[in-house]
Nanobody, 123 residues
Framework: QVQLVESGGGLVQAGGSLRLSCAASERTFRRYTMGWFRQAPGKEREFVARIMWSGGSTYYADSVKGRFTISRDNAKNTVYLQMNSLKPEDTAVYYC????????????????WGQGTQVTVSS
């Protein structure tokens, strides 16, 4: 069982930045594709970004492309989401997710989820 713990959320003004972190308990972390999803009030959970286990290729939702960057540090069993130029519509609970091997942009691709961290962007 992989445990994921997110941190780094908070309140920020529009145009500001935040960096989310997700620490994984799994010692074979490097073999897991990691993803970030978010859920705004009254909306469905949506894909934000993912980074592959092999080669570290990344993929982003169009809504965050050019503003958010996903990265990973396999030595620290941690994945990051650097969020720049934040907008009020980025306000949501952000979830970290993991799957062994390859994963893509669907929630069903991921087997393990964190508890979420709140990001609030004020206008």
């Amino acid at each position: 069982q992989v445990q994921l713990v997110e941190s780094g959320g908070g309140l920020v003004q529009a145009g500001g930045s935040l960096r989310l972190s997700c620490a994984a308990s799994e010692r074979t972390f490097r073999r897991y594709t990691m993803g970030w999803f978010r859920q705004a009030p009254g909306k469905e959970r949506e894909f934000v970004a993912r980074i592959m286990w092999s080669g570290g290729s990344t993929y982003y939702a169009d809504s965050v492309k050019g503003r958010f960057t996903i990265s990973r540090d396999n030595a620290k069993n941690t994945v990051y989401l650097q969020m720049n130029s934040l907008k009020p519509e980025d306000t949501a609970v952000y979830y970290c997710a993991a799957t062994y091997g390859s994963g893509y942009s669907k929630q069903a691709d991921y087997n393990y989820w964190g508890q979420g961290t709140q990001v609030t962007v004020s206008s």
